[in-house]
C-alpha cells in the first residue's frame, strides 16, 4: 500500500506547454529535482536531530515522486510524494505528516534558491546541492519556465528559467561554468583523418571535435560544402563561461544537412537585421521570441515533403513566405504578432483565378489548407 500527498503543482510556461501536455524531456529535469529534495531531507534531518550520525535505514528509500495528471493552464502536472510500505519491507520512519515534512521542508528551500536568484541574492546552500541545477531546467528553451510555486495568492517569484538557472550555477565557488542544451547551425570547417577530429565553425568561433562514427557521413559530407556554406543543425550539451560565452561543446545529440531554404537558417540570418535595415529610416527588427513560436508552427504542421518557402522580412517586422512555380506565385504575410495572417494565390497566366484568403496559423486546420493548396499548386 502507500501513503501519498500532493507535494508541487508547478505551471509550466512557454509555446510548447499550450497544448497542456509535458514534453518527454522535461522528466529528466523533474528527475533531477527529486534527487536534490532527496538529499536536501537528508540533511535537515540529520540538523534537526544532531544526536544522529545517519538517517535511519529506509529513510528515502520507498519514497518517491510520481506525476499524477496533467492540468490545464499552460501545462500543470501534479507531482504527489509517496511513500510505498509493505509487511515485508517497512519504511522507516512511519510515513506521517511529521515525516513528510522533511521533504516539504526541502522543496521549500529549493524555492527560496530560485526566488533568490531571480531577486540577485547569493545562494546560501553548498555547491554539491547547487551542481543538480547542471540537471534541473536543463531542457528548457528560450522563453520557458516552471513556476514552482505556482501560487496567484502570493507574490513571490519561484520561476525557473534558463537565465535563473544560469545565476545559480555560477554561484558555485569552485567551477565558474555551466552548461546547457544548444541548437545551433554550424559549419564543418576542417576534417582531420589522422587524429580523427573535425571543427565545428560557429559564429567567430572554432570548436575542436572528436570524430562520432553515428555522424561521420554527415560531417564528410557538410565539410566537403563548406565552401557552398552548406549548414548542419547541431544539437548538444555546451559548455559557458561566467560571460556566458561558449567555451565547449560535448555530447553531441544530433547533426542534420540543412537545406538552404530551412526556415531556421534563413530566420537566424534575418535575427541579424536591426531597426531601420531597410534604408535607415525603414524597417523594423524581427521579435526573435514570436518568430520562434512561428517557426515551431511551422516545423510542426507544414507538410515536409512540399516545396520549402523563400522567407523574407517585411518593414513592420512580420514575415512573408513565397513559393514560385512556373506561372503560379504564392505568397503568405505572416503576423508575427498574433499569427492571423494572408495568404495570396497568383496566376500569371488567369487573374480569375487569383484570390486572398484569411489565415488563422494558431489552428491546425489552417496548416492543412496551406498544405493542400501548396501540395496541388507548387509541384
Known amino acids: 500500500m502507500?501513503?501519498?500527498?500532493?507535494?508541487?503543482?508547478?505551471?509550466?510556461?512557454g509555446h510548447?506547454?499550450?497544448?497542456?501536455?509535458?514534453?518527454?524531456?522535461?522528466?529528466e529535469d523533474f528527475s533531477a529535482f527529486e534527487e536534490l529534495v532527496f538529499e536536501l531531507a537528508k540533511k535537515i534531518y540529520l540538523d534537526q536531530n544532531p544526536q544522529r550520525k545517519r538517517v535511519p535505514k529506509g529513510f528515502t528509500d520507498n519514497v518517491y515522486l510520481k506525476l499524477s495528471k496533467i492540468e490545464e493552464g499552460s501545462t500543470i502536472p501534479q507531482i504527489l510524494i509517496a511513500v510505498a510500505t509493505s509487511i515485508s519491507s517497512p519504511t522507516i520512519p512511519i510515513a506521517n505528516d511529521e515525516y513528510f515534512s522533511y521533504f516539504e521542508t526541502a522543496r521549500d528551500k529549493v524555492f527560496e534558491l530560485v526566488e533568490n536568484a531571480n531577486s540577485g541574492k547569493s545562494a546560501e546552500m553548498d555547491s554539491k546541492f547547487l551542481?543538480?541545477?547542471?540537471?534541473?531546467?536543463?531542457?528548457?528553451?528560450?522563453g520557458e519556465s516552471i513556476d514552482f510555486l505556482n501560487s496567484s495568492s502570493s507574490s513571490r517569484n519561484v520561476k525557473l528559467n534558463k537565465n535563473t538557472r544560469r545565476k545559480i550555477l555560477l554561484s558555485r565557488e569552485e567551477k565558474l561554468v555551466y552548461s546547457e542544451i544548444i541548437h545551433e547551425n554550424v559549419l564543418i570547417s576542417l576534417i582531420d583523418k589522422k587524429n580523427k577530429i573535425f571543427h565545428v565553425e560557429l559564429k567567430e568561433s572554432t570548436f575542436e571535435q572528436p570524430i562520432i562514427d553515428d555522424f561521420s557521413d554527415t560531417i564528410y559530407l557538410a565539410f566537403q560544402e563548406y565552401e557552398n556554406k552548406t549548414l548542419v543543425s547541431?544539437?548538444?550539451?555546451?559548455?559557458?563561461?561566467?560571460?556566458?560565452?561558449?567555451?565547449?561543446i560535448e555530447d553531441i545529440q544530433s547533426m542534420d544537412i540543412l537545406d538552404g531554404y530551412d526556415i531556421n537558417v534563413r530566420l537566424q540570418n534575418l535575427f541579424q537585421l536591426e531597426d531601420k535595415w531597410y534604408d535607415g529610416i525603414q524597417g523594423k527588427a524581427i521579435n526573435k521570441e514570436k518568430a520562434n513560436i512561428f517557426e515551431n508552427y511551422f516545423k510542426n504542421y507544414f507538410n515536409s515533403n512540399l516545396q520549402l518557402p523563400a522567407i523574407f522580412p517585411m518593414l513592420n517586422g512580420d514575415l512573408v513566405l513565397e513559393w514560385k512555380k512556373d506561372e503560379i506565385e504564392?505568397?503568405?504575410?505572416?503576423?508575427?504578432?498574433?499569427?492571423?495572417?494572408?495568404?495570396?494565390?497568383?496566376?500569371?497566366?488567369?487573374?480569375?483565378?487569383?484570390?486572398?484568403q484569411e489565415i488563422n496559423l494558431n489552428i491546425d486546420s489552417e496548416w492543412e489548407k496551406i498544405n493542400d493548396l501548396i501540395s496541388k499548386s507548387i509541384i
Not at 502507500?2 to 507535494?7: C, L, Y
Open 16 to 27: 510548447r506547454f499550450d497544448d497542456h501536455t509535458l514534453p518527454v524531456s522535461l522528466l
Open 330 to 356: 504564392i505568397s503568405l504575410e505572416v503576423k508575427l504578432n498574433n499569427l492571423n495572417s494572408e495568404l495570396f494565390y497568383f496566376d500569371m497566366d488567369n487573374d480569375e483565378n487569383d484570390f486572398q
Open 131 to 142: 551542481n543538480y541545477f547542471s540537471r534541473i531546467g536543463k531542457n528548457l528553451e528560450d
Open 234 to 248: 547541431l544539437k548538444a550539451t555546451g559548455i559557458f563561461n561566467e560571460h556566458n560565452k561558449l567555451v565547449h
Open 2 to 13: 502507500s501513503t501519498e500527498k500532493i507535494f508541487i503543482s508547478p505551471r509550466l510556461e
